[in-house]
């Protein structure tokens, strides 16, 4: 069972939304989260908590983009497929209007 102190990030072991630990008392563990705006408060038993870690690279270490995202970089660009979403006919959609300054 893992030691929880105040700040620690901690999602239910069934699975959740991340929680903020607010306090400790023997095997009870006060959370609070956010979902939509509103803000829950809840003591859950310690057995179903466990401490959430953020790992960097856990899927495909090495296999990401070498451009890191730049949607205008990297990468071979295939001219072949036209850019754009395509319309209820298959064409590409192009633009009919223009905002007014």
């Not at 008392?25 to 809840?42: K, L, P, T």
């Not at 003591?43 to 090495?62: C, I, P, S």
């Not at 949607?71 to 959609?93: E, F, I, L, N």
Request: positive net charge; aromatic residues 8%; proline residues 4%.
């Amino acid at each position: 069972m893992a030691d929880f102190a105040i700040g620690d990030i901690v999602v239910l072991t069934a699975g959740s939304m991340r929680m903020g630990v607010e306090a400790v008392d023997g095997d009870a563990v006060s959370c609070v989260w956010c979902h939509e705006g509103q803000i829950g408060r809840d003591t859950f038993n310690a057995v179903l908590l466990k401490k959430w870690e953020f790992r960097e690279d856990d899927r495909g270490a090495g296999k990401g983009k070498p451009y890191r995202g730049d949607r205008d970089g990297g990468g071979a660009r295939t001219d072949d497929k036209p850019r754009g979403k395509p319309g209820w006919d298959g064409k590409p959609r192009e633009k009919k209007y223009f905002r007014k300054d």
